[in-house]
């Protein structure tokens, strides 16, 4: 999406979310906008300030990307892998270290559109096109020349109680009642895969009860359930495992990495690349479970 000014309906596709939704923020001042003709304006600008301000609020992150020297910036969708590939750096390059800010897929590519970060994460499913995260580089990041790089495929499905005691099988099943899930935040890949399998079955997601219960993380969806406070979410297995939870497999996802082109030859970056391409990373990798290495280092697009 190309255009300066947008809609309510624009502003919706944009984000990801429901017109509703929409109208609920302008309600509560939380959304720049203005009226124009007794029509709600956006400015793509203002939306896309007002989308990376959120997202440093929600991480502690206000300072600008430092330039690219021996510290690299990755914003984007929160992963595992993203850990173990920190350390993996550190211990083969030691001149150089990572860090990662879990801002959501969406934001990801925004933050990196507005130079807040030197990569993105990103595992957006495009209901469209049935691919993944390539439609959303073209309409995020029209005028940047990127690589894709593919960090992992990973196993995505529902994430319950231990021996799955409310024979939780299906998304359907999430629209019975006295089933209560534990959501994952707007913008994030997650979100953007739960709503589709919700739509392709029929089921309107606001109607499933803790539907705006959100967290950030797959970890805190899995504690949610272990604890108590839900009774499904939608999660990776890795995480299940980690609390000895029962996981109902849905899909593999496809999880990259999006890195401007003048960054590739870059020396922090093409060592960061390096370290995903040895063995030792995808032996780690395939040590957790849940993730599959079979493209992990090719350029995807």
Known sequence: MNKEMMNTKGVAEYLNINEKLVYKLVKEKKIPGTRVTGKWT???????????????????????????????VIMGSNDFTIELLSHALNKRFPEYTLSFSNVGSLAGLIALGRGSSHLAGCHL???DTGQYNLPYISRYLPEIKITVINLVYRDIGLIVKPGNPLNIVFVNDLS??????????????????????????????????GYEKEVNTHFEVAAAVAGGVAD???????????LNLTFVHLAKERYDLVIPRENLSVRPIASLVEVIRSSEFKESINQMGGYDTKDTGKVMA
């Open 232 to 242: 499904v979410g939608l999660g990776i297995l890795s995480a299940a495992k980690m």
């Open 125 to 127: 499913f495009d209901p």
């Open 42 to 72: 956006f400015p793509r600008r203002l939306i896309d300030e007002w989308i990376i301000e959120n997202a440093k609020e929600n991480i502690g992150l206000k300072n600008k990307t430092k330039e690219l020297k021996d510290h690299i």
């Open 176 to 209: 019975r009642p006295g089933i209560k899930i534990i959501n994952r935040q707007e913008g994030s890949g997650t979100r953007v895969l739960f709503d589709y399998e919700c739509k392709k079955m029929g089921i309107e997601p606001k109607l499933i009860a």
